[in-house]
């Protein structure tokens, strides 16, 4: 059914995640959340009963397989809503990152399973999805390329934009970072912002 989809994407978010060495895991900030209830309660910063819900715009910055998307889309859609308002809400109110394109990818995999089985057809919408590392200066001269609207870069159309940003941050270890040969001015530089 369409309303519990969010449930199987947690379970194979948590397979996966076990697959996983936990030195590249700690290193990299994968400590996905699987419980929907956790997923509920992070959401419920969203007013859902506001009328211009499919107005609103949406990020997920550290997307994993995608649970927060589907669940959101469970709850907006749960009793509402057709194929070509999913569709024109996806393409211009949802965004969503990860610093994992396999992640992203699935991500797409799973939205586009939850409209078949919402819709009983296929989407063939596009999507606001980035692979991007947002511990990471790409340049010194800019703090951070993706908002930059002065540059032709990912998000910079939705800044100031997003009216939610959903999920959980990635939990990336500095202390890790620095064994893998980033620099310490770098580290310095993420605690100090």
């Known amino acids: 059914m369409f309303d519990n989809q969010s449930s199987s994407v947690a379970s ?39 009328k211009n819900i499919l107005n609103k715009k949406f990020l997920e910055p550290s997307c994993g397989n995608g649970v927060f998307v589907i669940r959101l889309f469970e709850r907006i ?16 109110n949802v965004c969503f990152v990860d610093i994992d394109k396999i992640m992203v990818e699935k991500t797409k995999q799973n939205i586009r399973e939850y409209f078949q089985i ?28 993706l908002f ?14 997003m009216d939610y940003v959903i999920g959980n941050p990635p939990y990336v270890s500095l202390y890790g970072r620095r064994d893998r040969k980033k620099d310490e001015n770098q580290r310095i530089y993420y605690l100090n912002r």
């Open 12 to 50: 194979a978010q948590s397979i996966h995640e076990r697959t996983l060495k936990f030195s590249y895991r700690k290193d990299f900030g994968v400590f996905l959340t699987n419980n929907i209830q956790t997923v509920d309660e992070i959401l419920d910063v969203v007013d859902f009963s506001n």
């Open 77 to 92: 859609f749960k009793e509402k809503g057709n194929s070509k308002q999913f569709q024109r809400f996806v393409e211009s």
């Open 118 to 145: 919402r819709f009983n057809e296929a989407y063939d919408g596009s999507f606001n999805s980035f692979v991007y590392d947002f511990t990471q200066r790409i340049k010194p001269k800019y703090d951070n390329l």
């Open 148 to 161: 930059d609207s002065n540059l032709d870069v990912p998000l910079a159309k939705f800044l100031n934009e």
